[in-house]
Nanobody, 124 residues
């Protein structure tokens, strides 16, 4: 059974930083693309970042470009999201997701496995 476990969320002041981690119990983790999404109360889930199996290709939502960095360590079956210069609008539950293929995607429908999420709250 595939499990994705996010950690690293918390409360931070605007301008601060957090690093999210997602540990995957996924047999072929090093072969699949991974993504981060977020969902704020009353809003739809939105794409944040995605990374290819090798880490060579990354994509970001315009709202986080230049502030967030996605990376992965295939030896540890872990994907990360470094979040800098956080803003109150970044407040949301952040979810990790795995695709069944190596190519990254911005579309949440193309991800087959999801974690439970970790709460990020940014105060002004």
């Amino acid at each position: 059974q595939v499990q994705l476990l996010e950690s690293g969320g918390g409360l931070v002041q605007a301008g601060g930083s957090l690093r999210l981690s997602c540990a995957a119990s996924l047999r072929f983790f090093s072969s699949v693309a991974m993504g981060w999404f977020r969902q704020a109360p009353g809003k739809e889930r939105e794409f944040v970042a995605t990374i290819s199996w090798s880490g060579d290709t990354t994509r970001y939502a315009d709202s986080v470009k230049g502030r967030f960095t996605i990376s992965r360590d295939n030896a540890k079956n872990t994907v990360y999201l470094q979040m800098n210069n956080l803003k109150p609008d970044d407040t949301a539950v952040y979810l990790c997701a795995a695709r069944g293929v190596s190519v990254p995607s911005r579309d949440s429908d193309e991800y087959t496995n999801w974690g439970q999420g970790t709460q990020v709250t940014v105060s002004s």
